[in-house]
């Protein structure tokens, strides 16, 4: 009596094959909503936005966001919109880093690192609570510090990088990413001349704009992947 033939996918999965199918089923499921994905970032946009901007009203009208950072009032608010929006976004962000990197092959690489980069810094420094500026720096403040830097630093970066990798498929996409990164790097070295020799002056109203330019790179990076997910550009190529 001839020995029927075992299928190869009904045999049992060995322990180390296990995490790998788990990541391509995570990944699977994360790329058939791809169509959600554009309208989550931009909420996470919008919801970021709105806690930088009216956040410090609430905490103390008479301080000014114009020369206190976003950490100064997340500081002195512990679990208040600050943090919650720092927090929502970088999930947001490792969700399209999750969808991007099975939709977008010029997302693979470097784009990601920095990318995880960023979502994780924002995770870790809506985690980790700063100190008030009238106080001496503790450890957790420093870790809030560098994670915050970290962060804000990795995502331009990510834009460039990924600007130039993109082809001729992603349209305005390329351009609007280092435009962004462009003027986030300028506001960045700015911030660093208002937190030294600039006094502190207008800090405040500088970190904004460019956390506005940075955001704002998500929700085009967002809406591009989104377009990817629908097929209505095909998959993105490797600039020759």
Known sequence: MPTPRRDTFSRRLTFGE??????????????????????AVWTAV????????????????GLSPMSLTVSDFAALDRGGPIETAMA??????????????????????LPSVLLAVWGAGLVLAAVVPTDPLTTQLTGSAYVHRYASVAAFA??????????????????????????????????????????GPGGRELIGLVERVML????????????Y????????????????
Do not use: F, N
Request: proline share 6%.
């Open 18 to 39: 296990r995490p790998a199918l788990r990541r391509r089923l995570t990944l699977s499921r994360l790329g058939a909503h791809g169509h959600l994905l554009a309208p």
């Open 46 to 61: 919008v919801v970021a936005m709105m806690a930088a901007l009216l956040a410090p009203r609430d905490t103390d009208p």
């Open 88 to 109: 929502s976004l970088g999930l947001v962000s490792l969700l399209l880093l999750a969808v991007a990197r099975k939709r977008l092959p010029a997302m693979r690489g």
């Open 154 to 195: 990795a995502l331009p970066a990510a834009g460039l990088v990924l600007a130039g990798r993109l082809g001729p498929a992603a349209g305005r996409t390329a351009w609007w990413l280092r435009v962004l990164s462009l003027l986030a790097v300028a506001g960045a070295g700015v911030m660093a001349y208002s937190a």
């Open 212 to 223: 506005g330019c940075e955001v704002i790179m998500l929700g085009v990076l967002g809406r």
């Open 225 to 240: 992947v989104q377009r990817l997910a629908r097929g209505g550009r095909g998959r993105a190529k490797l600039a020759p």
